[in-house]
């Protein structure tokens, strides 16, 4: 099935997502016909708003989100397994860009099961022609053109992901995301700054 697209307001190429990158994103999960993990996801999206200065409206509730959702994605569409990609981007209305007010467009992929494993193994190459920074604005979900470039890389050399290097040359993470390896009692995860942790 096709990607499903949704807007709080006409859309206009003269918004500052479209021209500048100006957005925070953050995905959501349907699983079995409801959201997981919603409170976590909605609290990320808060923290991403609030470092990119984005105006927070007073609607923005965890319960508008749960509502939105169930309203226009499980009941008005039927989507009991999918990915939302949401993302929240500045207008051109404010006197300063902190107080510019936002909007929000998102898509939604339908799947079997947003927590199933790849029933194959995943190919993936570590690239060290550009690292990710490890600052304040790293972990936030926005126009990043290490991704692009990273998603380039993958596609033409067959692989599923890069693997991408912060600037000390240790694993920081992939495109699409945190990398965690899992072998019997042994959880390994990698932390942007110091590289691979190991958690027993």
Same mark, same amino acid.
């Given at each position: ?80 397994? @999918?990915? $939302?990609?949401? &993302?929240?981007?500045?207008?051109? +209305?404010? !006197?300063? %860009? ?51 470039? @990273?998603? $380039?890389?993958? &596609?033409?050399?067959?692989?599923? +992901?890069? !693997?991408? %290097? ?35």
């Amino acid at each position: 099935m096709e990607n499903q697209y949704f807007t709080s307001d006409e859309l206009n190429v003269k918004n500052r997502a479209f021209l500048w990158g100006d957005s925070v994103k953050v995905s959501f999960f349907v699983r079995n016909g409801g959201l997981i993990m919603d409170e976590e996801c909605y609290f990320f999206l808060m923290a991403s708003m609030r470092k990119m200065r984005l105006n927070i409206p007073l609607t923005y509730t965890l319960e508008f989100f749960q509502t939105l959702f169930q309203k226009e994605i499980i009941e008005g569409k039927g989507v009991n397994n @999918g990915i $939302i990609n949401f &993302q929240v981007f500045r207008n051109n +209305d404010g !006197i300063t %860009l902190a107080k510019s007010s936002v909007s929000y467009f998102y898509e939604v992929s339908e799947m079997e099961d947003v927590l199933a494993v790849h029933k194959r193994a995943l190919e993936l190459d570590l690239t060290k022609e550009i690292n990710v920074n490890n600052n304040l604005l790293s972990n936030i979900r926005v126009h990043c053109p290490e991704n692009i470039y @990273g998603a $380039i890389y993958a &596609q033409e050399n067959d692989l599923d +992901d890069v !693997i991408l %290097l912060n600037p000390n040359k240790r694993i920081a993470r992939t495109t699409v995301g945190n990398l965690l390896f899992w072998r019997v009692t042994l959880l390994k995860y990698q932390n942007r700054l110091k590289g691979p942790t190991f958690l027993h």
